[in-house]
């Protein structure tokens, strides 16, 4: 069964250190990578995407992540969070052969100490 | 950014009652998704269409229906609305390759 797993229902990071948030997948064909962004009582705002090609990906907000197939995973990476990055963040997967539709992690909430 | 607008942001309704909630999209993309996002779960989708009058069911839906009348417009309708559907609604279409999402609507039936 297709299904997107973050592990860390919640996590703490002092303001300024580095931050790695886990994503592992189970998708039989060939997946689309998301990873998104949520403040509190907003919608939801794309950090990036991996389709093809470079397996690290660069996105907003000084965000990174990196495709690893042997181990199934897309574990979003900043080197030194801020206070503003406080939010909940999601990895979802999609493939082409699904017609595009996004399988959803369940989501990890980042807190900051100052 | 493309331009996706939810309304109502908030309703309060009593149970039983029915509720419609419109997404409006102003350019034209052809896949819309509805979503309740609930605590512990994550997003999981409700209904999506592929196009005016074409839709097709999500996860989750039991309880709900849809309608895309017009390329812009996706409603989203609760028949008798339940406790159980308490939740926050987003509308999100598909751009390239992604999805861009609304700022989502808060229903509370009580």
């Known amino acids: 069964a297709q299904s997107v797993t973050q592990p860390d229902i919640h996590i703490t990071v002092s303001e300024g250190a580095s931050l790695e948030l886990r994503c592992n997948y189970s998708y039989g064909a060939t997946p689309y990578l998301f990873w998104y962004v949520q403040s509190p009582g907003q919608g939801l705002q794309l950090l990036l995407k991996y389709f093809s090609g470079d397996t690290l990906v660069q996105g907003i907000k000084g965000f990174e992540a990196e495709f690893k197939r042997s181990q199934s995973s897309f574990n979003l990476r900043k080197p030194s969070v801020h206070w503003s990055d406080a939010a909940e963040y999601f990895c979802?997967?999609?493939?082409?052969?699904?017609?595009?539709?996004?399988?959803w992690g369940a989501g990890t909430k980042l807190i900051i100490k100052p | 950014d493309a331009g996706i607008t939810q309304s109502p942001r908030h309703k309060v309704t009593e149970t039983g009652t029915p509720v419609t909630l419109r997404c409006h999209q102003t350019?034209?993309?052809?896949?819309m998704y509805w979503y309740r996002q609930d605590p512990g779960h994550g997003l999981r989708l409700i209904h999506y269409s592929y196009g005016v009058k074409d839709t097709d069911k999500g996860e989750v839906s039991d309880g709900y229906s849809v309608s895309r009348s017009k390329t812009e417009d996706f409603l989203l309708t609760l028949e008798s609305a339940t406790s159980s559907q308490t939740s926050v609604y987003f509308c999100a279409i598909r751009t390239g390759g992604g999805y861009t999402f609304g700022s989502g609507t808060r229903l509370t039936v009580v």
């Open positions: 350019e034209n993309h052809r896949y």
């Open positions: 979802a997967v999609g493939a082409q052969e699904s017609n595009y539709q996004l399988i």
